[in-house]
């Protein structure tokens, strides 16, 4: 079949309404591209600023259970009296009060001068150590454990035995002593914790 002059002016109208449709259709086309890669860039962004904010709230959770953790500590040492300044004069009522209790025949002791321990994670606060020379005059071993679990359990402090060396008396122990079998040395630590010296 052939197309004649006359019938491309027929044609002319449909095949330019056609070509419009199709410049339409194709700017349609990119139009909802665009917003398909809009709607797709809005919703990664959603997405990674949800992701933030969860790991966030995660982090805030796990910051506030080791708040919760460590006042909880901080309550627990201030009710054992480790917290604050050293307190030698209670410590050795103490001493002298569980050497009454126990019969302890003889006791010598001496605090030496407290020190700065390794600081730990959290810079306002230190651990401070004052040691303790103890010599005790024992009627037997029982006494010595009994003496130093009574000290640990009842010290306004965080009683730390270093060491201890047992041995028996020599027979020409003082008369005040005679009931005496055993001599104990033992070397001890006082930890209190507070506020760093520094941050004062």
């Not at 708040?67 to 917290?83: D, H, M, S, V, W």
């Not at 401070?128 to 005790?136: E, G």
């Not at 027979?171 to 760093?196: F, K, V, Y």
Request: net charge neutral.
């Amino acid at each position: 079949m052939t197309l004649s002059g006359h019938d491309l002016k027929k044609l002319w109208l449909p095949l330019f309404a056609t070509l419009i449709m199709i410049g339409v259709a194709g700017l349609l086309g990119w139009a909802c591209n665009l917003d398909k890669n809009k709607a797709e860039h809005e919703r990664d962004t959603a997405l990674s600023t949800r992701d933030q904010l969860e790991q966030r709230l995660r982090q805030v959770r796990t910051e506030e259970q080791e708040i919760r953790e460590r006042t909880a500590l901080l309550q627990q040492l201030k009710n054992a009296g480790i917290t604050g300044p050293e307190r030698r004069l209670d410590w050795m009522e103490q001493l002298r009060d569980t050497q009454r209790q126990l019969r302890i025949p003889g006791m010598k002791y001496e605090f030496g001068a407290q020190t700065t321990l390794e600081n730990g994670n959290d810079p306002g606060y230190a651990w401070f150590a004052s040691p303790l020379h103890l010599q005790l005059r024992l009627l037997h071993e029982e006494d010595l454990l009994n003496f130093l679990t009574d000290v640990q359990k009842n010290a306004k402090a965080l009683v730390i035995v270093r060491s201890c060396k047992l041995s028996p008396l020599p027979s020409q122990a003082a008369p005040r002593d005679a009931m005496a079998q055993l001599g104990a040395e033992c070397d001890m630590q006082w930890i209190t914790t507070g506020p760093a010296k520094d941050s004062k």
